[in-house]
């Protein structure tokens, strides 16, 4: 059933809210050939907001080709080198002649091959017959360049959970390859190939960009900002009377958005359980049944995640429930028990590798994920509303 309360996939179109700054930013950055980061928690949008990008372009008469890379599973450097020949190659041609030319053309004096056999049997569209090199990397970083000159389009490569690639030792050599390309692009050149690298791991993806700084004023980074809680709540009640001929209570909406922190992948969630539940107007009881069918999808998640905790870790998770910003004050240390502040430095790290908070540029913690930061305040720790 066609809904508006879509939350299982990418959304573009009418079901597509918020985030058209976001959306002008990203198209004319992409349009001048420039180079792109995004990072920002799971379920805030990332992906609708590069494909309504993108369906953008298109509406404007902007040709292009765009190569998804998903590096979800990339763990070695040959993981990415093979996914990402894969995409690069599927998105401009469909037949093994065409596979096999354009590694006979592009990739040669490489250990990449064409292996029909492979192609057959598993759809392995690009294969390494040796350890991949230096130079391996370098000619494969160079595709998308090549194609987009054979081509005559300028050539947008997505790589998704771009964090990933720091699974690979050689991750570093990969960095600097990419980096040396796009400081020899030729500027005069329209067909180009440009990167966007987004990633949910927020704090991996700092690392990279802001405290190793790869890729300094190479890629320009696009920050989302909130939603208007306006436009979500006009979204929720519009789309339970217009679709469903339903109810849903503006203040309702208002404290769903205020407990989300606006996070429309939930605030989808919860409308989708609502709607489910109700048959004409959407009571607050209704509402609490739907937040308690959500946290009893998620808690599994949140228990693994505070059993992965230590006790100091906990501690600062306290704090932070509790509102303290400042973690190597005296009076904070011993309150919480956290013992020094050059331990606060390391519990505050570890939190931040685990990807349970992240601080903003006044260095106060936010917590990444909206359910978790409710569960936690409320079933973990007990504090009272």
Known sequence: MDTPFVYDKYVTGKNFIGRKTECMILGNLLKAGEHVSIYEPPKTGKMSVIHQTFYNLKNEG?????????????????????????SVMKSVASTPDDFARIVSSHLDDTHFVFDRVRFMTCGEVVSLNWEPDRNDITKMMELPVKL???????????LKEFQNLMNADEYEDV???????????????????????????????KFIFEEKRYFYRLANHVAFSPVDDKEIIEHIVKGFLNGMGKSFDRNLAMGACSLFKSNLW????????????????????????????MISVHEPRFISIVNDLTDHQLSLMRAVMDGVVKFSASDVIEK??????????????????KEVITFNEKDEPVVLDPLFEYWICRYYFEIAE
């Open 175 to 205: 960095f600097k390859i990419m980096e040396t390309q796009m400081k020899g692009r030729d500027r005069s050149n329209p067909h180009h190939a440009t990167y966007l690298m987004s990633g949910a791991m927020v704090n991996a993806m």
């Open 266 to 293: 939930y605030m989808n969630h919860l409308a989708a359980i609502c709607d489910a539940l109700s048959k004409g107007f959407v009571t607050e009881n209704m509402m609490t049944d739907a937040l308690n069918s």
């Open 148 to 158: 987009a000159n054979e081509k005559s389009l300028p050539y947008i490569v997505v």
């Open 336 to 353: 919480y028990h956290l013992n020094s502040s050059a331990n606060v430095r390391r519990v505050k790290d570890a939190l931040k590798k």
């Open 62 to 86: 902007y040709h292009f080709m765009v190569a998804f890379v998903d590096m979800l599973n990339v763990r070695t450097l040959s993981d990415f080198l093979l996914k990402f020949g894969t």
